[in-house]
DNA sequence: TAGATTGTTAATCGATTAACAATC
DNA sequence: TAGATTGTTAATCGATTAACAATC
């Protein structure tokens, strides 16, 4: 067992879930600072727009990274996030669905930068099978399965329409993924073994109209 | 004044953020039921995922909209949704950046469904300057401004690559626009009175990596 | 040592869930 | 009327913020 895990699952109580994303905001940050060897929560914390106490927090959760008085090395703190998010590893991903969103997002390099690589492509439009995209052989759906256990894919992204989402995901699902990125505008079932997060469009286009409908507009004479 | 406004306003407290997307997910079930006239919070919490009493909760922030013993009016309940997110209006967009991404979302036809209209793109490409996609044509960014008045657009999406991303947004607040949807993978600054929600691929796979990496494996004997 | 800054505990804030009187 | 289901209040849960002893 990798004694890093277990001291990961055993520190105190579980970080929440919006931890994670902070901590890729925390290392994006970091990205920045070669200048100094340390750096301190208050300047984490101004550079990624939270607070001093939310960074240590966040970081308390996995472990203990930084020395009092002096702050957190640069490098080693690097280095951990990367190994807390998992991003020291390569994961091969596959993609279902290759419109115009799921063909965009082929081309879209910076997926390899954090070691996410597109290694298989699937599509039921026969036009599409068998051409080549971003260096990737789109290949018949029916393949899936067999692809995924030999190339031993874990994460799918999923561009496919509406009408298509749901099958696609339990086909996935029984192929052995574990984790999904889907972009269809459901709420697709799956197993709570099987990580689901959803992008949709609409109802992030939808949030913003509430925002708009919904903003003082010095009709209330606030400032 | 609109009533109805005034109303959203005074209502309760203030509706938590999570709660507008909860809207949307609650409009989507609405739309696939036209067999009964009247709908539970217990059945929509089944259809969305949520539970009764957070379906309940979620329209008291805004008002009344149901009965009680019978439960809430299909019909009335849309439309009350629709008015609340705002999307009984017509929104035009802006759409900055005509990459692969912006021009696969210019394509999307999601958009349309719910009265979000792009009607206007924009790229300091040269190349790309003057063609024309999905009924648009591609304007030079330096006529954005002139655009975004006369069209009057509030919202706009903003597909260019990172180092430009900040400019770009910097430029959307000047001409006026007040609500931004950013897929740049960068947090940008922009005053309070403008919405800038990001959507960040790389995050998201992180996340995924995140749980895949720490998600337990048999190790340690839990079921 | 004195100053800075961590890691952690306690206090606060906000959102979800449970419970139930009101009422269709 | 009896049964069902709302709207709302109170209890619970979870996450953020504040405060500070420990320590580099």
Redesign the pocket.
């Known amino acids: 067992m990798p004694a890093e895990l277990f001291s990961i699952k055993m520190?105190?109580?579980?970080?929440?879930?919006?931890?994670i994303p902070?901590l890729s905001f925390y290392y994006r940050a970091l990205m920045e600072k070669s200048d100094t060897q340390?750096?301190?929560?208050?300047?984490?914390a101004e550079l990624t727009g939270?607070?001093?106490?939310?960074?240590?927090?966040?970081?308390?959760y996995f472990?203990?990274?930084?020395?009092?008085?002096?702050?957190?090395r640069v490098d080693f703190l690097k280095n951990s996030i990367t190994r807390i998010l998992g991003v020291d590893k390569k994961w091969p991903v596959a993609l279902v669905g290759v419109g115009n969103l799921g063909s965009a997002l082929l081309s879209y390099k910076g997926f390899l930068r954090q070691g996410f690589h597109v290694v298989a492509a699937f599509d039921s439009d026969e036009e599409k099978i068998g051409r080549e995209l971003a260096g990737v052989i789109v290949q018949n759906i029916d393949a899936l399965k067999d692809e995924i256990k030999l190339k031993k894919i874990k994460i799918a992204v999923v561009t496919v329409p509406q009408q298509a989402a749901q099958d696609v995901i339990d086909k996935l699902v029984r192929s052995g993924i574990k984790a999904i990125l889907n972009f269809a505008p459901v709420r697709p079932r799956a197993p709570k073994s099987v990580e689901v997060h959803n992008i949709d469009l609409s109802i992030e286009l939808e949030r913003l109209a509430y925002f708009l409908s919904n903003s003082p507009r010095r009709i209330f004479g606030a400032h």
Chains 1, 2 share one sequence.
Request: aromatic residues 10%.
């Open positions: 520190k105190n109580k579980k970080a929440p879930v919006v931890t902070r340390f750096v301190s929560s208050q300047e984490l939270t607070s001093a106490a939310q960074v240590r927090k966040d970081f308390a472990g203990q990274f930084g020395a009092a008085g002096k702050g957190y």
